[in-house]
């Protein structure tokens, strides 16, 4: 009923910077929260930046001030520019949306992931 495909990830060095995109479709009516999340290889999926329903952005401390998150409504997107890179930010990253269907019906749903890694 939702697709969230994202893009954007790769193998950049430590200092430097890529951007995350993630396009949400199918029979949507609207989008709660939007944003990302991350698993490190033997590590718990973490919130890394999210829209919250009310339209705020909400980040984790590790990611403050390197990671700014925006959202086009109008596209249901939302994209992650990640900047000073840094190898613990290696992980497989994961867009996430709370949309409500056009059923009203809510659904959490996640994208497939897109892989970083920060290593010279």
């Known amino acids: 009923q939702v697709q969230l495909v994202e893009s954007g990830g790769g193998l950049v060095q430590p200092g430097g910077s890529l951007r995350l995109s993630c396009a949400a479709s199918g029979s949507i009516y609207s989008i709660n929260r939007m944003g990302w999340y991350r698993q490190a290889p033997g590590k718990q999926r973490e919130l890394v930046a999210v829209f919250t329903s009310g339209g705020m952005p909400n980040y984790a401390d590790s990611v403050k001030g390197r990671f700014a998150i925006s959202r086009d409504n109008a596209k249901n997107t939302v994209s992650l520019q990640m900047n000073s890179l840094k190898p613990e930010d290696t992980a497989v990253y994961y867009c996430?949306?709370?949309?409500?269907?056009?059923?009203?019906?809510?659904?959490?749903?996640w994208g497939q992931g897109t892989r970083v890694t920060v290593s010279s």
């Open positions: 996430n949306a709370e949309v409500v269907l056009t059923t009203r019906a809510i659904l959490s749903s």
